[in-house]
């Protein structure tokens, strides 16, 4: 019992904080004052679980970047260069034309993001960085606290629900009511499918693999709306 009502604690603590430090970025605030909250917001979740496993669950750290063997890695390219061939189908078929580029193009222009550089540079972060710290947050703090919290089994799409919270204000705020919804469907499919990765493996970096190839992807049809 106790380790489920901390495992709700922690939840509580930090699931809620990257959509408030994207609602303040790209609504309620944008401009200076909510990048610096959106950043505030970034720093708590990176933060929050090393303090939480040292500090209140007063165990060692186990990150589990690195599987036991190379065909886990083969697993995470495979699954995502499929999603990646399905992204571009999508755009083949005419998906794109549910993202409202007018919108787009102001919500990165009020981030700050202009020019072909500046959408380069924040195109290298997400899918280097802000992919790797995602799959530590949400798929080894979240993930594993949310299968403390309900169980294993319930909890692969209980962290990718968390993990889709922030992400469906971001893709309404970037290209409107029905793209957020499908956006959100699609990153709550793949956060089933990383942390059931995870879960496999035991291991984080079949699954960052994977998550970096598909933002790679979707950032590549946000340069050609763009373009």
Known sequence: MQDRRRALWALGLLVPAPTLGALCAFVL???PVGQGLYLAAKVWIAALPLAWVLGVERRRLDLRFRPADGRAWLEGLALGALLCAGLAGLWLA???ELIDVATLRAALE???VRGGLGYLAVAAWICIVNSALEEYVWRWFVGGRAA???GPRAGVPLAAACFTLHHVVVFGVQG???FALAGGAAVFGA????SW???RHRALGPAWLCHALVDAAG???GWRLLG
Do not use: N
Not at 191 to 194: E, K, R
């Open 94 to 96: 005419g998906a794109a």
């Open 110 to 112: 009020r981030a700050g």
């Open 148 to 150: 403390a919290l309900v």
């Open 219 to 221: 950032l590549w049809i």
């Open 176 to 178: 409107g009511a029905v």
């Open 197 to 199: 990765m995870v879960t």
């Open 29 to 31: 605030a944008p401009g």
């Open 191 to 194: 956060g089933c499918l990383w």
